[in-house]
């Protein structure tokens, strides 16, 4: 079983959609949670970290339950410029550890 | 204040050959990550260094290694390069938890 299983993708949404994705988790004993984005052949950026109260940073939000060791990012109201891939990152140690990252699930927002 | 940065850009090899990757971490970063994403995958981790000593390692064959230097810069060798080492590969600085990315270098083994 892989660390970080995240949905296939693509998803292909039309502008102004609401679109979520998935993640799961294998080590209980993991620390600290976090989606990254990447652009087509760019570098992975933070997008947000995941708390347990979950957070919200304008259209998106980011859920974490860690009894199911299951973790969600929401977009809502979809933008062009949304378009990327998007990683579910586990860190499994407190500090300064090695990120663990899921295979990335590629979102395509549609005029 | 430069972010991570990273050389060369891209690199064309051939079976065999060895290469030397470079990376400059944020200025007051002291520790850096090197990963590895081939196409369609996440990135993988391939060792940390900090303090000029390598800290922790994944699951990568010897012919990975790598040195940090006082000035917290870092390089990546690998050696008898492979078809599949072909991929991404990204060097990541951080203080504390947070790690940011540099651009990357593309490598390509022929």
């Known amino acids: 079983r892989k660390e970080v299983e995240q949905d296939p993708g693509p998803f292909n949404v039309p502008e102004g959609a609401t679109v979520a994705f998935n993640c799961t988790y294998s080590?209980?004993?993991?620390?600290?949670f976090f989606w990254y984005r990447q652009d087509c052949r760019k570098e992975p950026k933070l997008l947000m970290s995941?708390?347990?109260s979950g957070n919200e940073d304008g259209r998106f939000t980011a859920q974490l339950n860690r009894a199911s060791q299951y973790i969600s990012l929401l977009i809502r109201d979809s933008k062009l410029s949304d378009s990327a891939t998007y990683l579910c990152?586990?860190?499994?140690?407190?500090?300064?550890?090695?990120?663990?990252f899921g295979k990335g699930t590629r979102l395509s927002v549609i005029a | 204040d430069a972010g991570v940065t990273q050389s060369p850009t891209h690199l064309i090899k051939t079976r065999g050959q060895q290469v030397t990757l470079r990376c400059s971490p944020k200025?007051?970063?002291?520790?850096v990550s090197w990963y590895q994403q081939a196409l369609g995958q996440g990135p993988q981790f391939i060792f940390q260094y900090y303090e000029e000593e390598e800290r922790q390692r994944g699951n990568f064959p010897d012919r990975f290694s790598g040195h940090q230097f006082p000035n917290y810069s870092s390089e990546l060798n690998v050696n008898a390069l492979l078809l599949g080492d072909s991929a991404l590969y990204l060097c990541?600085?951080?203080?504390?938890?947070?790690?940011?990315f540099g651009p990357g270098t593309r490598l390509l083994v022929l």
């Open positions: 990541a600085s951080s203080l504390s938890q947070t790690q940011y």
């Open positions: 200025s007051g970063h002291d520790t």
């Open positions: 990152v586990v860190n499994i140690a407190s500090g300064n550890t090695p990120l663990v």
């Open positions: 995941v708390y347990s």
């Open positions: 080590n209980s004993a993991s620390q600290s």
